[in-house]
């Protein structure tokens, strides 16, 4: 494929004192060999060696600053970012975090085949410090798992949009979400775009024993509540009547996870609470994408 034809990703990478994991962050994005990558940098403000790390890769940046004063959440830097950003499809990347090999390929390919789709995010994968996986996470989350009050498992890491959604939600993230502001993302997002799945891991997260999500466990879930009561009370009464009867029909999960996807989608009532899946497939024969429903009870292999 002519190489001029892959459209612009920006990726943010926001650091505060990860002088262990930052550059192993910058280079996943790095080592992908996208020809038509914008990769920013905003440190924000760190005190151990960070930014010397950082600087290492100035030449290969599309924008990178120092960020005076520290702020209380990674958001400000990200939105620090994105302001500086020209890209077509954006993505952010958390300084301990990283991108699978190839992902921003796959990426492409989805937004290139599909116009429709205007966000879509993958497997959930999960590293330790050591950069090991961990788990890697089958289970889906979408529209109505997120109204009834099962929202996390749509990775950050794994999630990618265009500038057009990101633009009708209002160019940046909610600083009403300082933590999770993934949740409060995606609330803003169900309501402008249909949400895609891609049948493939894209990034990893690292998970830490200092994450927030294990130290105030409490605090960061309640902006999953907050973010559930602000969709529920956007949502018309038919959306909420739907999600209901998607709440019953997880009481009967191990039957109907048993339900092939084909099927599935020929069901009238289950055809509504589908997620709509995008696959490779025919590999030999390139990177042919195709698109169905899936069962949203089929959490295990394969998807």
Not at 34 to 60: A, G, W
Not at 210 to 233: H, L
Not at 278 to 302: C, E, I, Q, S, W
Request: proline share 5%; charged share 25%; aromatic share 16%.
């Amino acid at each position: 494929m002519d190489e001029k034809k892959y459209p612009k990703i920006s990726v943010v990478i926001q650091c505060f004192n990860r002088a262990g994991y930052i550059a192993e962050s910058i280079e996943s994005v790095l080592n992908q060999g996208y020809p038509n990558l914008e990769l920013i940098v905003i440190d924000d403000d760190s005190t151990d060696e960070s930014f010397e790390i950082i600087s290492r890769y100035k030449d290969k940046l599309a924008y990178l600053e120092k960020w005076p004063g520290k702020r209380t959440s990674p958001i400000y830097a990200f939105n620090r970012g994105f302001e500086k950003s020209t890209g077509e499809i954006l993505y952010s990347l958390n300084d301990k975090n990283k991108l699978m090999p190839k992902s921003l390929f796959a990426v492409a390919e989805v937004f290139m085949q599909f116009p429709e789709v205007e966000w879509v995010t993958g497997i959930g994968l999960l590293i330790n410090k050591d950069g090991f996986v961990t788990n890697v996470i089958p289970v889906r989350k979408d529209f109505y798992e997120h109204l009834i009050g099962f929202p996390w498992a749509i990775q950050h890491e794994s999630t990618f949009w265009r500038r057009s959604l990101w633009e009708r939600t209002g160019s940046k993230f909610d600083e009403e979400y300082p933590w999770a502001f993934d949740a409060g993302t995606w609330r803003k997002f169900f309501f402008e775009a249909k949400l895609y799945h891609l049948n493939t891991i894209l990034g990893a997260y690292r998970k830490l024993p200092s994450a927030m999500s294990s130290t105030r466990k409490d605090e960061f879930y309640t902006y999953y509540a907050k973010a559930r009561a602000e969709m529920r009370a956007r949502c018309s009464t038919t959306q909420l009547m739907y999600a209901e009867l998607y709440r019953i029909c997880r009481w009967f999960k191990p039957i109907l996870r048993n339900i092939p996807d084909r099927v599935w989608a020929a069901l009238p009532f289950f055809n509504k609470l589908s997620h709509t899946s995008l696959a490779f497939k025919d590999l030999n024969m390139g990177t042919k994408l195709v698109m169905y429903k899936r069962n949203p009870f089929r959490t295990m292999f394969p998807w």
